[in-house]
C-alpha cells in the first residue's frame, strides 16, 4: 500500500503541473487569454476547497484509503471530460473537478503516512514530497508530443494510468484489510490547533509558498516560451529545473533531519534565498541558462517547506495528523487559487517577468513569518526535531 501511494502520489504530481507546458498550446486552440487561463488555476483551487467539505463530513466514517481512491476517481472523471468534450466552460469545470480530487489524494495521502506510519513520518513524509517533485520535474517533457492541436489526449493518457492505479489501490487494500493490518486513525479534538497562534502563523506560511510555488511552476514556463522566446524544450526544461531543486531539497530534508538538523532554521534561511533566486531568474532576459539555475535555486531553498511543517505540526499534536493535513492543504489552496490569478493580472499590465519577479516579496513574508513562529515555540522545537 505504502508503494502504490507514493505512485499516486507521483501521478497527482504530474495531473497537477501540466497546464504551464500545455498553456499557450490551450491558449492557441480554445481562445483563452493568459488571465483565463490562471482562472483554470483558481477553478482548480475552488474545486479543492469545496473537496475540504466533504472531508469534514466523513473523515471520523471513512478510511482514509477510501478517501484516496474517491481522488483518484475524481481525477479521472476530469481528465476524461477535458479529453473527449471541446468546449471552454467544461474545461473550466474539469479544472475545478481536477481540484477536488487532488485535494482528496494530497490530504489522504498525507494523513495517512502520518498515521500508518508515525515513528517514521519525517523520512516518509518528506520522501513522498520528493516523489512529487520528481515526478513534476518530467510533466514538461511527457507533455512534449502533445505540444500541438492534441494536447486533450495528454488528459487523456494520464486518466488511463490512474484508472490502472485506482484498480491496484483497491485490491491491494482489501487484502490488507483481510490480514487485519488497519491502523487506528483516532483524531483529537481540533480546537486547540485552532487556538494556538503558531500553528495559524504557521500555516500561514503555506499559504504564501505554495501560491508562490505553482506560479513558478505554471507561469516561468510561459515565460520561457513567450518572453524569453525559448523553443519547446526549453521550456519544459524550466519546468524541470525547478522540480529538480524542489525535489532535491525534499530528498536532502529527510537525511539533514534525521543528523538533527532544525526545521526552523533550514526553512528561515531556505525561504531568503529562495526569493533572492526568484529576483535572480526573472533579471537575465538574455540568458536561458542563468534563467535555469536560478529557477532550479528557487525550488531547491524552499522545497521541504511542506513535509517540515507537518513534520512539526505534526509534534505538536501527534493525535492531529489529518487536521494537519487538511489545515495545510487549505491554507495552500487558498494561495493557488489567489496568487496565480494576481500575478497573471499584473502581468497583463506589465511582464510576466517583472510580476513574477515581484511575488519574490511572498517568499520573504515567509522568512518572517517562520522566524516569529520559531521564537514563539522554543521549548518546543526538540520535541520537533527528535519527531523527524
Known amino acids: 500500500m505504502l508503494t502504490l501511494t507514493f505512485l499516486g502520489f507521483s501521478l497527482f504530481s504530474i495531473s497537477y503541473n501540466i497546464l504551464g507546458p500545455l498553456t499557450t498550446n490551450i491558449m492557441e486552440t480554445t481562445g483563452i487569454s493568459l488571465t483565463q487561463a490562471g482562472g483554470l488555476l483558481s477553478a482548480q483551487q ?93 510533466a514538461g517533457y511527457l507533455v512534449l508530443p502533445f505540444k500541438n492541436k492534441n494536447w ?42 485552532l487556538k494556538d ?11 504564501f509558498y505554495m501560491g508562490s510555488q505553482i506560479s ?10 513567450t518572453e524569453m522566446g525559448g523553443s519547446s524544450v526549453m521550456m519544459a526544461s524550466s519546468l524541470m529545473m ?63 517547506t511542506i513535509p517540515m511543517y507537518i513534520v512539526v505540526a505534526s509534534s505538536w499534536f501527534p493525535r492531529n495528523t489529518t487536521f494537519i493535513s487538511l489545515s495545510y492543504i487549505l491554507s495552500g489552496t487558498v494561495g493557488r487559487m489567489i496568487i496565480p490569478v494576481a500575478i497573471t493580472i499584473l502581468a497583463e499590465n506589465t511582464t510576466l517577468a517583472f510580476s513574477l519577479r515581484t511575488s519574490s516579496i511572498l517568499l520573504f513574508i515567509s522568512t518572517l513569518l517562520i522566524f516569529i513562529v520559531r521564537q514563539m515555540t522554543k521549548d518546543r522545537e526538540s520535541g520537533a526535531a527528535a519527531a523527524a
Open 242 to 304: 525547478f522540480w529538480i531543486g524542489t525535489s532535491l531539497s525534499r530528498l536532502l530534508v529527510s537525511f539533514i533531519l534525521d543528523k538533527g538538523g532544525k526545521p526552523f532554521t533550514l526553512s528561515i534561511w531556505g525561504m531568503a534565498l529562495s526569493g533572492l533566486s526568484l529576483i535572480a531568474a526573472t533579471s537575465f532576459p538574455n540568458s536561458l541558462p542563468a534563467v535555469l539555475i536560478f529557477t532550479g535555486l528557487t525550488g531547491f531553498f524552499a522545497g521541504a
Open 152 to 193: 486533450p489526449l495528454a488528459y487523456g493518457s494520464i486518466a488511463l494510468v490512474f484508472l490502472v492505479v485506482l484498480i491496484l489501490h483497491r485490491h491491494t487494500d482489501i487484502r490488507h484489510q483481510k490480514k487485519g493490518s488497519a491502523h487506528d486513525e483516532t483524531q483529537d479534538p481540533v480546537l486547540p490547533l
Open 46 to 138: 475552488a474545486g479543492a476547497v469545496l473537496s475540504i467539505i466533504l472531508i469534514l463530513l466523513i473523515q471520523k466514517r471513512t478510511r482514509l484509503t477510501t478517501i484516496i481512491r474517491l481522488g483518484y476517481s475524481m481525477i479521472i472523471l476530469s481528465f476524461s471530460l477535458i479529453a473527449l468534450v471541446r468546449m471552454n466552460t467544461f474545461l473550466f469545470i474539469a479544472y475545478g473537478m481536477l481540484g477536488f480530487g487532488s485535494f482528496l489524494i494530497d490530504s489522504g495521502s498525507n494523513s495517512y503516512i502520518a498515521s500508518a506510519y508515525f515513528e517514521k513520518r519525517g523520512s516518509y513524509i518528506s520522501l513522498l514530497h520528493f516523489a512529487y517533485g520528481a515526478a513534476a520535474l518530467l
Open 216 to 225: 513558478c511552476a505554471a507561469w516561468i514556463p510561459v515565460y520561457v516560451e
Open 197 to 207: 497562534v503558531p500553528f495559524i502563523l504557521y500555516t500561514l506560511v503555506i499559504f
